[in-house]
């Protein structure tokens, strides 16, 4: 009996994934395959080795589909499968995935605390070699593990949109610091601080404003910086 369901749950994995890799390069098709999908999975037991991949596609369809709630479940329950060695190179993948995820199912808190996490571990190892790791959730679809400054960004970009100025000033300061980020972290940098409101914060904001414009580097950021100053003078 167990030999026929794992027999039968391969069956219908195998299918639902040959449906769901079909166009890896679109989301249509994907989109509307998604009912037998979703049919052939609930036929996939969660007694075996498939269960794994079936909640990552039951992640991706649901957050293809906007149900970010359950994208975010299903994801969850993926990545407490990652238990094995084989699986280990989908952990920080996987990880970097749910963080997002939990921003877009209304829980920034969770999303900036994996956010930290997972920059902690990345400066702990190669982020090459992190980026370069691949498994069953690459396989699938799952986005790769963001650059450590894209990881920042994120972290800082969530807490800019909750609103808590502070916190998004400090990631970005850590990204200066580190050297990382270009002249974008450096205006969102000064963006954060000025929201802050304080003088001294307005100060500092002022003064990357204009370290930006000194920029040998002619982009789009520098520009912003340089019509921030403008009105900044104009206000004045």
């Not at 329950?77 to 997002?100: F, P, Y």
Request: charged share 30%; no cysteine; hydrophobic share 40%.
């Amino acid at each position: 009996e167990i030999d026929q369901e794992r027999r039968l749950s391969e069956k219908n994995y195998a299918e639902a994934r040959s449906l769901w890799i079909q166009d890896g390069s679109g989301t249509k098709r994907k989109v509307a395959f998604d009912k037998k999908i979703r049919e052939l999975l609930t036929q996939v037991s969660d007694e075996t080795s498939f269960s794994y991949p079936k909640e990552i596609i039951l992640a991706m369809l649901d957050d293809l589909a906007g149900k970010n709630v359950g994208a975010l479940s299903h994801a969850q329950k993926a990545r407490l499968l990652v238990t094995s060695h084989e699986r280990n190179q989908d952990a920080d993948r996987l990880d970097a995935w749910i963080a997002g995820l939990h921003a877009k199912a209304g829980d920034p808190r969770a999303s900036v605390s994996m956010y930290r996490n997972l920059e902690k571990r990345l400066a702990q190892k190669s982020e090459q070699h992190a980026l370069a790791q691949e498994g069953v959730a690459s396989a699938l679809g799952v986005p790769p593990v963001p650059l450590l400054e894209d990881l920042i960004v994120a972290e800082a970009e969530v807490l800019s949109g909750t609103g808590e100025w502070g916190e998004a000033a400090q990631a970005y300061a850590r990204a200066v610091e580190a050297g990382i980020g270009g002249n974008r972290v450096k205006y969102e940098y000064a963006r954060a601080l000025s929201r802050v409101g304080g003088e001294k914060e307005k100060a500092k904001a002022k003064q990357v404003l204009k370290e930006l414009v000194q920029s040998k580097k002619e982009d789009f950021w520098r520009k912003l910086a340089a019509e921030s100053l403008a009105r900044q003078g104009l206000e004045n």
